[in-house]
């Protein structure tokens, strides 16, 4: 499967999960409920769980006896945006054959 057609497979498997479910005459209220998780994302709720067991780990590494100097804060940072620019050159890369 090309790269440019990865996205339009998934929210096609999305798409025919849903109208599968949806299609169900015998489907209850509750089985409705169910499918709230996959209508809204989860993705910003993860992010928000990430940030509440990172920021304590972060702020116990401030208050122990490591002192780090100003470089080392940068590194990760400097290495999140690196990870960051190889991914969106590699998807514009992906819009052109």
């Known amino acids: 499967m090309s790269r440019d057609r990865r996205g339009e497979a998934a929210s ?3 798409q025919a999960l849903l109208a599968r ?4 005459p015998d489907a209850d209220e509750a089985g409705d409920a169910s499918l709230l998780p996959a209508s809204l994302s989860l993705a ?8 509440a067991a990172a920021l ?3 702020a116990w590494i401030r208050r122990t006896c ?3 100097s100003a470089w080392a804060w940068r590194v990760p940072a400097y ?3 690196g990870i960051a620019a190889f991914w969106t050159i590699e998807r514009v890369a992906a819009f052109w054959p």
């Open 21 to 24: 479910l949806s299609a169900n």
């Open 44 to 51: 910003p709720l993860g992010q928000l769980m990430f940030l």
């Open 79 to 81: 290495g999140i945006g």
């Open 56 to 58: 304590p780990v972060i």
């Open 66 to 68: 490591f002192a780090f």
């Open 12 to 14: 096609g498997h999305a």
